[in-house]
């Protein structure tokens, strides 16, 4: 079966600190994986996606096939990285099936 | 439009009566996507749309949700007989490319 596990419903960070939401998921076929955002009263929207490995707003993510997981990783949090985060994992159709999402607080 | 509308941004109701939701995706997406976004329950996938045809509509709850797309644009999520656990953000989103989705703000429906 297909899902998506993010342990952290919670995430306080101080700004300047390293921050780093986990993500599992389990799939029988090759992974799509993708972080969405949503900061307070936006719509959601993309993160980044694991097959283009750049980095967005200074944060990355790898995808470790043998450890089924795709973590959100950025060296030094700043306010604005304030949001819900959801890492999502796409069938063949391009539906996306989200975790249950990570609030991250940045507190100066 | 620059992204996806929907409609109406927020809807109060009374139980048992029926509520249309609509979304106009950007031009030229192929693919549309309701999504229902709740308190405890995250983001849960409603149905796919790829052109006006819908070859995935297994999250829909209950036989009181429908939906319909089109002419390849415009979608409709109607839900009928209204109950309180139907309250929740609705949300549309349209894509080209697989998994990049393009959200709407979402209708937030209320039922009494």
């Known amino acids: 079966a297909q899902r998506v596990t993010q342990p952290e419903k919670l995430l306080s960070v101080f700004k300047g600190a390293p921050v780093e939401l986990k993500c599992n998921y389990s799939?029988?076929?090759?992974?799509?994986l993708f972080w969405y955002v949503q900061y307070s009263r936006q719509r959601l929207q993309l993160l980044l996606r694991?097959?283009s490995r750049e980095s967005i707003k200074g944060f990355t993510a790898d995808l470790n096939k043998g450890e089924t997981s795709f973590h959100l990783k950025k060296p030094f949090a700043q306010e604005e990285d304030s949001a819900m985060y959801y890492c999502?994992?796409?069938?063949?159709?391009?539906?996306?099936?989200f975790g249950a999402g990570t609030q991250v607080v940045v507190t100066p | 439009g620059a992204g996806v509308s929907q409609s109406p941004s927020n809807k109060v109701t009374e139980k048992g009566k029926d509520v249309e939701l609509r979304c106009d995706p950007i031009?030229?997406?192929?693919?549309l996507y309701w999504y229902r976004q709740s308190l405890g329950q995250g983001l849960e996938f409603l149905i796919y749309f790829q052109g006006n045809s819908a070859p995935d509509k297994s999250g829909l709850p209950s036989d009181r949700f429908s939906a319909e797309r089109t002419g390849g644009s415009v979608s409709t999520l109607t839900i009928q007989r209204t109950q309180q656990e139907d309250s929740a953000v609705y949300l549309c989103?349209?894509?080209?490319?697989?998994?990049?989705?393009?959200f709407g703000e979402g209708s937030r429906l209320t039922v009494l």
């Open positions: 799939y029988s076929g090759s992974p799509e």
């Open positions: 031009s030229g997406h192929t693919a």
């Open positions: 989103a349209s894509s080209l490319l697989l998994g990049e989705l393009f």
């Open positions: 999502a994992l796409s069938d063949s159709w391009g539906k996306l099936q």
């Open positions: 694991h097959i």
